[in-house]
């Protein structure tokens, strides 16, 4: 069973930044970073494949940056000029399968999730 582990989320007023990170236990092909606002639905935020090909989601461009050590597990997301709307508890996702993009339906392992509040 992969696990899957995030840190990295805090507080942090609109226009700072934050690093979250994501240590994955084994391989994955595809890993992705989802957020969730307590009584909404889930939302992708971007996602990365082994093979360096990104899936990024509108709000995310420009602002949002996904790197990753695919040998070592290791996924990281670069948030830049947050704002209050970026709120949420940010979740590390991953699976094997090829196809590697934001539908949440495709992941099979998941993190416990960090949170980032961002003020204004």
């Known amino acids: 069973q992969v696990q899957l582990v995030e840190s990295g989320g805090g507080s942090v007023q609109a226009g700072g930044s934050l690093r979250l990170s994501c240590q994955a236990s084994?391989?994955?092909?595809?890993m992705g970073w989802f957020r969730q606002v307590l009584g909404k639905e889930r939302e992708g935020v971007v996602a990365?494949?082994?093979?360096?090909?990104?899936s990024n989601t509108d709000f995310a461009k420009g602002r949002f940056t996904i790197d990753r050590v695919p040998a070592k597990g290791i996924m990281y997301l670069k948030m830049d000029s947050l704002k209050p709307e970026d709120t949420a508890m940010y979740y590390c996702?991953?699976?094997?399968?090829?196809?590697?993009?934001?539908?949440?339906?495709?992941?099979?392992?998941w993190g416990q999730g960090t949170q980032v509040t961002v003020s204004s």
């Open positions: 990365m494949a082994a093979t360096g090909r990104t």
């Open positions: 084994g391989y994955m092909y595809c």
């Open positions: 996702a991953a699976h094997l399968g090829s196809t590697c993009d934001t539908e949440s339906s495709m992941y099979n392992y």
